[in-house]
């Protein structure tokens, strides 16, 4: 067929075979085929590099647009540079690919290429345009039966495997001679890390089954369902506030312990210097004297004051007042009866939404980022991680967009966390694939941690995930509504969340020893097989 070979129509091929692969599809096997037809046209292309740029471009544009369009509803602008962006660094790992199979031989270019991916991963998730959304191994994240090796490598161990199957096929499609032997290491690629995992999953249940056999902690999930765009920053706070906990009442019990809001539930700003005296938090101390056994966890928007003869943040901006600068937070707060106030304020700040990327380049850009409720500009963050809670009850809180970073939840766990929540509010999105995705990537956390995940999202989806990746509870879209569930804190670390994203880490060391090497390739090549 004349159509396989044009390099354009397999590029575009395999941009809609990572898309029918990605959640919420439940065909996650096109990922492990999905790279093959642009391999197919990069062979095709040989000597051509304008023309094969352009149909890496196509390819991997088309797999952006089709798996996170959504982002428009919430900032059109930021959606097509986001497109911008990851399409250009896509491209930019298959042409470095292109060069090694030029300079460097075929042999190490199919070895660079999953690194350089890998590579690119890792800095996708570490710099100011961190947008880890896309990171292939996330793709698996509804066959979380497959996945529970996790444990072990963290999402980067998924997008190896599918770069390995991948080049595993094409090579047994391209190779004349002895098809054959190809298919058996293409077929232990496929089935020995689905056995692993079937292997583990049965251990973690049986393991599970022992930890819940001890009494577990009793939690409350809330789902207020209030509009972001009509309502949840425009109504009266106070009233929105008594609806929630009003709601989340006939769900508590004398056994209680934990109520989790979702992202911004407060929406204040509180100031932390004087927390008590905000109405919004009297309200939680008056419903938690009714409960005196019960912890609030919620999402707040806060601010803190300077004044200006201190040197504030980066971030800080003045006030009507000449006398001080702010900053603004998007935080979590933990209360209680005992007058405890933990506060931690999110860190994965989502580029050109809440914060300006490269500031100090970029300053006068600032008034661009959008006004998504609160207020417009970067916010404040914290670089390290805080683990909220006391000595017995201790929790890892992700605030939207954090849940994305495998790398950083983990974390929490070496932080003590005993069990992982998510509060958000995925309604910018509206109901499309994003606010499924997003629950997706949540099983990957638990999985990731072997850690019990709750997930409070103003308008859904709010679930209760084991720490096998498996939604025992949820409540569905755009519907008001709380969850009560049995969680069971775990104090064991896994090897991922003890050392962290070592196979991405490494990638990225390798990726900029091979672009070295490409600059040297020149006096390298008469070392280098052929």
């Not at 930019?92 to 991916?117: D, E, Q, T």
């Not at 425009?234 to 006939?250: F, G, Q, T």
């Not at 101390?285 to 409960?291: A, D, I, Y």
Request: proline share 5%.
């Amino acid at each position: 067929m004349k159509t396989l070979n044009n390099p354009f129509f397999l590029g575009l091929l395999s941009g809609l075979l990572l898309f029918m692969g990605w959640p919420p599809s439940p065909v996650p096997l096109s990922l492990f085929v999905a790279f093959v037809p642009l391999l197919l046209a990069e062979q095709q292309t040989e000597g051509r590099h304008i023309r094969f740029f352009f149909v890496v471009f196509a390819s991997m544009m088309l797999w952006n647009i089709l798996c996170t369009w959504w982002v428009w509803y919430a900032s059109p602008g930021g959606c097509i540079a986001m497109l911008l962006v990851n399409t250009m660094l896509m491209s930019f790992v298959w042409m470095s690919f292109r060069m090694c199979k030029r300079f460097l031989g075929k042999r190490i270019a199919l070895i660079a290429l999953p690194v350089f991916w890998l590579g690119f991963e890792y800095l996708h998730a570490h710099w100011q345009l961190a947008f880890p959304w896309l990171h292939l191994g996330h793709g698996l994240a509804y066959a979380t039966r497959w996945i529970q090796w996790y444990e072990f490598t963290g999402v980067s161990g998924g997008t190896l495997w599918i770069w390995l199957v991948n080049i595993a096929v094409f090579l047994a499609l391209t190779t004349t001679e002895k098809k054959v032997r190809h298919l058996w290491p293409l077929a232990g690629l496929l089935i020995l890390p689905s056995l692993v995992s079937a292997l583990l999953f049965v251990q973690q249940q049986q393991k599970e089954s022992i930890n819940t056999a001890d009494a577990g902690i009793e939690v409350v999930v809330l789902q207020p369902n209030f509009d972001p765009y009509s309502v949840k920053f425009n109504a009266d706070p106070i009233v929105m506030l008594e609806e929630m906990l009003d709601s989340a009442e006939a769900n508590i019990t004398p056994e209680t312990r934990l109520l989790l809001l979702p992202e911004t539930a407060l929406t204040g700003p509180l100031d932390e210097e004087a927390m008590e005296q905000d109405e919004e938090l009297r309200v939680c101390r008056r419903f938690l004297q009714k409960h005196p056994n019960l912890v609030l966890l919620s999402g707040a928007f806060t601010r803190r004051l300077y004044r200006a003869n201190a040197a504030p943040t980066h971030t800080a901006r003045p006030t009507s007042s000449p006398e001080y600068w702010v900053d603004y937070y998007n935080a979590g707060i933990w209360v209680d009866s005992s007058k405890t106030i933990g506060i931690m304020h999110k860190n994965k700040l989502v580029p050109g939404v809440e914060r300006m990327p490269y500031k100090e380049y970029f300053g006068f850009l600032e008034q661009l980022t959008i006004d998504l409720g609160g207020t417009s500009g970067s916010l404040g963050y914290d670089d390290s991680i805080h683990v909220l809670g006391t000595a017995d009850l201790r929790v890892g809180l992700g605030i939207c967009y954090e849940s994305v970073f495998s790398d950083w939840c983990s974390g929490y766990t070496r932080g003590g966390a005993q069990f992982l929540a998510v509060a958000t509010n995925d309604g910018w999105w509206h109901n499309t694939s994003g606010h499924k995705q997003h629950l997706a990537y949540g099983a990957v956390r638990a999985i990731e941690n072997r850690r019990w995940l709750i997930r409070s999202a103003n308008t859904g989806i709010s679930a209760v995930i084991n720490p096998y990746g498996t939604i025992t509870q949820q409540l569905g879209w755009w519907k008001a509504g709380s969850l009560r569930a049995q969680v069971f804190p775990r104090k064991d670390i896994t090897l991922f969340a003890r050392f962290g994203d070592i196979i991405g880490l490494a990638a990225s060391v390798l990726s900029v020893v091979l672009l070295l090497a490409l600059l040297l390739h020149r006096r390298l090549r008469p070392y280098l097989p052929q």
